[in-house]
């Protein structure tokens, strides 16, 4: 399991590789990337209390271990000031079937837009200000406590 939380980029060949890399028993890997989307904003500014973030991070992929046969996850999460196109977030879970792999990125991928510890700062074009918890996050984060996406749907 690799959670970082980290100002620089990453390079998502890389981190499947560095997941993958001698483990004959994957049969599959899934990914999802967020980038920074010019919707009018000039830049994001994510911040984060270092330790607090990594360790609720950590506390959601173990969950994921126990709802899903994973052999394998990644999570890097940047901070800092990002301007469109960049990456902003990187899941990558591996098992043995799709089904797995593609449930738990989407688990992670809702917990981290709900309960990661990150405030979003948006720059527009002479103003800024911090986004606001959406709704339609917390929505889809709710669906995996209602017993639509456990270990059992995904086996």
């Known amino acids: 399991m690799t959670v970082r939380i980290q100002r620089e980029d990453f390079d998502v060949g890389a981190e499947i590789v ?15 990337t967020g980038i920074c ?5 000039v830049a994001m500014t994510l911040e984060h209390y270092p330790g607090m973030a990594e360790t609720e991070i ?5 969950e994921a271990r126990t709802r899903w046969p994973l052999l394998g996850v990644a999570v890097i999460h940047r901070h800092g000031r990002l301007t469109p196109g ?9 098992s043995s079937h799709r089904e797995a792999a593609f449930a738990a990125a989407e688990f992670l991928m809702d917990y981290l837009k709900t309960r990661a510890p990150f405030w979003k700062k948006e720059e527009r074009a002479g103003s800024a200000g911090w986004v606001e918890a ?14 639509g996406g456990g270990r059992e749907a995904a086996e």
């Open 18 to 32: 560095r997941l993958t890399r001698g483990r004959t028993g994957i049969g599959a890997v899934a990914t999802f």
């Open 37 to 41: 989307r010019d919707d009018g904003i």
């Open 58 to 62: 950590a506390r959601h992929v173990e």
């Open 86 to 94: 960049e990456n902003i977030v990187l899941v990558v879970t591996a």
């Open 134 to 147: 959406r709704q339609i996050d917390a929505a889809a984060a709710e669906r995996w406590t209602e017993g």
